[in-house]
């Protein structure tokens, strides 16, 4: 998509230019989003290595720890490269091999992301829990096993966010800012992290994640309708022609809500009958599932906690505080 470079040579020649090329949504739009996807799985990732930390330090391993940073080392390594050679390798191709691979981009970084969204709603609950034994048996095992558990878990949340910003970024301009809030949401999440390790604030994690869980179930529909329309732009999905609705008389796409919407959630004015229905479908489906998960999660542990004589506990919410 040769529409970054210009995006980028524009920005640059103007110096106070607060929009992008071509009247897309505003710097501090794009901005935003990615801040927030970044805090979210900055945050989830600072726990992960928050609980390996605190586990090898109470159990006196502290030899550890450089396994332990030289695995979290190469799992943000490869979580750059990942977002990059995908981003940017798509400037070297046509327009529409570009759009194409864009689309693609954008399924695959749904599809991850709503795994991962739904095994978190669950997995939550117990993942300290599940995080301390892995440890437990990579101590025994090695070095080597201890950084690999430690690259595999921040891994894991690494590639997913990757992704994600992938075909967020694709969708609200292809340029460098949404990188650029990628990185301040994961620095307000490192230091987030350390504060919650010494003690210094208390977070209700258990909210946290749901409500960062629905948003990011918004953003990846946005990203979805957005995959669904390049590929029916190249031709691939039937419909192209066939449109929903369209209010461009009446929503201005340039306006603050507009670029927000846009920028964010990948809001149009003239969206086709395929894109509104996968939306509304994805939502729907989705939300109910991450629900479900919850509450499956919670009932797990109230089992595994409960005492053979006592009665079974209600189905109430359980929030999950400060992991260590």
Same mark, same amino acid.
Request: no cysteine; proline share 4%.
């Given at each position: 998509?040769?529409?970054?470079?210009?995006?980028?040579?524009?920005?640059?020649?103007?110096? *106070?230019? $607060?929009?992008?090329?071509?009247? /897309?949504?505003?710097?501090?739009?794009?901005?935003?989003?990615?801040?927030?996807?970044?805090?979210?799985?900055?945050?989830?990732?600072?726990?992960?290595?928050?609980?390996?930390?605190?586990?090898?330090?109470?159990?006196?391993?502290?030899?550890?720890?450089?396994?332990?940073?030289?695995?979290?080392?190469?799992?943000?390594?490869?979580?750059?490269?990942?977002?990059?050679?995908?981003?940017?390798?798509?400037?070297?191709?046509?327009?529409?091999?570009?759009?194409?691979?864009?689309?693609?981009?954008?399924?695959?970084?749904?599809?991850?992301?709503?795994? #991962?969204?739904?095994? #978190?709603?669950?997995?939550?609950?117990?993942?300290?829990?599940?995080?301390?034994?892995?440890?437990?048996?990579?101590?025994?095992?090695?070095?080597?096993?201890?950084?690999?558990?430690?690259?595999?878990?921040? /891994?894991?949340?690494?590639?997913?966010?990757?992704?994600? #910003?992938?075909?967020?970024?694709?969708?609200?301009?292809?340029?460098?800012?949404?990188?650029?809030?990628?990185?301040?949401?994961?620095?307000?999440?490192?230091?987030?992290?350390?504060?919650?390790?010494?003690?210094?604030?208390? #977070?209700?994690?258990?909210?946290?994640?749901?409500?960062?869980?629905?948003?990011?179930?918004?953003?990846?529909? /946005?990203?979805?309708?957005?995959?669904?329309?390049?590929?029916?732009?190249?031709?691939?999905?039937?419909?192209?022609?066939?449109?929903?609705?369209?209010?461009?008389?009446?929503?201005?796409?340039?306006?603050?809500?507009?670029?927000?919407?846009?920028?964010?959630?990948?809001?149009?004015?003239?969206?086709?009958?395929?894109?509104?229905?996968?939306?509304?479908?994805?939502?729907?489906?989705? *939300?109910?599932? $991450?629900?479900?998960?919850?509450?499956?999660?919670?009932?797990?542990?109230?089992?595994?906690?409960? *005492?053979?004589?006592?009665?079974?506990?209600?189905?109430?919410?359980?929030?999950?505080?400060?992991?260590?």
């Amino acid at each position: 998509m040769d529409h970054r470079v210009d995006y980028i040579s524009a920005f640059a020649s103007s110096g *106070t230019s $607060f929009l992008a090329a071509g009247g /897309g949504p505003s710097i501090y739009t794009q901005m935003f989003g990615s801040a927030l996807i970044g805090l979210r799985e900055g945050l989830e990732t600072g726990i992960v290595v928050m609980v390996l930390v605190a586990f090898v330090v109470k159990t006196d391993r502290r030899d550890a720890l450089k396994w332990i940073w030289a695995g979290v080392g190469a799992a943000i390594a490869m979580t750059l490269v990942v977002f990059l050679v995908i981003h940017f390798g798509t400037s070297t191709m046509t327009p529409l091999a570009a759009e194409t691979i864009a689309g693609v981009a954008s399924l695959v970084a749904v599809g991850i992301v709503t795994f #991962m969204v739904l095994w #978190m709603s669950e997995a939550s609950s117990h993942i300290s829990a599940d995080l301390k034994s892995g440890m437990s048996k990579a101590l025994l095992a090695g070095g080597a096993s201890v950084l690999g558990l430690a690259f595999l878990a921040v /891994g894991r949340e690494g590639f997913e966010t990757a992704l994600l #910003m992938v075909g967020y970024a694709e969708s609200v301009s292809g340029g460098l800012w949404p990188l650029l809030g990628l990185v301040v949401g994961i620095l307000a999440a490192v230091v987030l992290t350390v504060l919650i390790y010494r003690g210094a604030i208390r #977070m209700n994690l258990s909210v946290f994640f749901t409500y960062t869980g629905l948003f990011l179930i918004v953003v990846a529909a /946005g990203i979805l309708t957005y995959g669904i329309r390049a590929l029916q732009t190249v031709g691939w999905l039937p419909g192209l022609g066939n449109i929903a609705f369209d209010v461009s008389g009446t929503y201005d796409a340039s306006s603050w809500y507009g670029t927000v919407l846009g920028g964010i959630f990948n809001v149009r004015p003239d969206p086709t009958v395929l894109q509104v229905l996968v939306w509304i479908v994805y939502v729907v489906v989705v *939300t109910a599932i $991450f629900f479900g998960r919850q509450r499956a999660g919670r009932r797990a542990v109230a089992q595994r906690t409960r *005492t053979p004589d006592e009665s079974p506990a209600p189905a109430g919410p359980t929030p999950e505080r400060n992991p260590q």
